[in-house]
């Protein structure tokens, strides 16, 4: 069973006093490894009595883990810390029920849900704990700036939090993006994802039409947006039912000030251009894409 199995089959039945406690804990995390149980009692603002009464049962649920060195103290799960998020969207009337999984990535897992309008919506775990935490650092320019080692849920909401800021800024820029919703912790509610990635598609009805048009809005969001994706690939352009193309997956996204912007424009740029001709037959040099990505002229 996977983490928002466990999350979304354990929340119906969680008690407020449950969720205070699973707060105190996420509150103690920033401190502690592990929260001990003092701290929790204390953060919690319930009876100790309460508090040690409920510690074994959400250990049981799979929410907490439990350890005992020089004091006894519990620290979140993945199903925990998805709880949490779920609790505060569903208080937000962001969300009402979940759906289906939709697709696995090695740093995310993205359901469908439907809001109290019955809204489909997509929803976003980042879960940047599959990666060791140097190939996180390496990777990710943005984690190299903490002298401490932030845990995976920590990690997995600066990501979150990173990528719902872009898209925020891609949307209005006319780049073809999911529409970001609501962004809590590690999780990102966006508009409803439909079609499949590119490299799923054998043939293409016009792929140099296709090209063109994600050569387009890599263009935008560089010269409107000021952003570059910084991971671009087949594996995160997704081609809809409309045969338009959605470029997802921005948390690794950087600012075209970054003093690698260049370097890190022409790898998305090759990346793509590379999947076009290997797999499609398209021939572009990689020079006239950056200069069209970068000129200031629209023809």
């Known amino acids: 069973m996977s983490a928002i199995e466990i999350a979304v089959r354990v ?84 969300i009402e029920a979940f759906g289906k999984l939709l697709g696995v990535g090695k740093e995310s897992d993205v359901y469908d849900a439907l809001t109290p309008t019955e809204q489909q919506v997509a929803i976003k775990f980042h879960r940047l704990g599959r990666a060791s935490f140097k190939q996180t650092k390496r990777k990710r320019g943005y984690m190299a700036k903490y002298t401490y080692t ?51 598609h054998q043939k293409l009805q016009d792929p140099q039409a296709i090209l063109q048009e994600i050569l387009l809005n890599v263009k935008r969001a560089y010269q409107d947006a000021h952003i570059i994706h910084g991971d671009l690939s087949s594996y995160n352009i997704i081609l809809q039912p409309n045969q338009h193309i959605l470029i997802i997956d921005w948390p690794q996204n950087v600012t075209t000030k970054h003093p690698n912007a260049k370097e890190l424009l022409k790898r998305d740029l090759k990346n793509v251009l590379t999947f076009f001709q290997r797999k499609h037959g398209q021939k572009n040099r990689l020079k006239d894409a950056l200069t069209y990505v970068t000129e200031d002229s629209r023809n």
């Open 11 to 94: 929340y119906r039945k969680l008690e407020p006093e449950d969720l205070q406690i699973l707060e105190a804990i996420e509150q103690q995390m920033k401190s502690y490894e592990h929260a001990p149980k003092e701290a929790i009692h204390k953060q919690a603002e319930l009876a100790p009595q309460e508090v040690d009464y409920r510690l074994p049962s959400l250990t049981k649920k799979g929410l907490l883990q439990g350890w005992r060195g020089q004091y006894v103290g519990y620290s979140l799960t993945t199903p925990g810390y998805d709880t949490l998020a779920i609790n505060a969207l569903v208080e937000a009337d962001v």
């Open 150 to 200: 932030p845990d995976w849920n920590q990690q997995s909401r600066i990501a979150a939090k990173k990528e719902y800021k872009a898209l925020k800024l891609l949307r209005p820029k006319d780049v073809a993006v999911p529409n970001p919703i609501k962004q809590n912790r590690h999780v990102l509610v966006m508009s409803m994802i439909e079609g499949a990635e590119l490299y799923h």
